[in-house]
């Protein structure tokens, strides 16, 4: 049953349902993630590649991967801090979602699912986290002089005020 949301706790079932995930794509991956995580999926997502599957990611951290198309995210410490942990999204040809929390001691809070609103709310996010990768790489000295070094006022979503 599509509806289900399964949840995980394991960080070794997160792994391993994440990589049986990308063997499975037909058309394309989303992923966002840290290095830590995306490593192990390093090879099988190069494979996927050479076999015409499109892959687009936000990396979160310093990175040389050339893996799909790569947007690197500029903020990850802040990240970090603000969610106590590295985050891990894995969209499969629009069909199926894993969200995950990856805490300080390895620890997992996370879900798996088939149910096309999770699936539509994982893809979005990763979608909308490119767009604002596209933002920042081509305009990045006009963000941080209107909203602060690390964006502090574009990510208060209770104001909207920018630097004098």
Known sequence: DVSYIWNIHDYDYLSEKSSRMIDSAEQNI?????QQEISVFEQSLKNKIQHNILVSM???????T???QVFQHPIEDTIYAEKGGRGLVIVIDSKEAMIGTIL????VEGA???NKGFVTLAEDYIKHDIYIMKIVKRFDDLLTEKFGEKYEKL???F?????P
């Open 30 to 34: 989303l992923i966002s993630g840290w």
């Open 155 to 157: 990510r208060d979503i």
């Open 58 to 64: 936000v990396h979160f951290g310093k990175t040389n």
């Open 66 to 68: 050339n893996i799909g």
């Open 112 to 114: 798996w699912s088939m």
């Open 104 to 107: 300080n001691d390895n620890s």
């Open 159 to 163: 104001n909207d005020k920018e630097n």
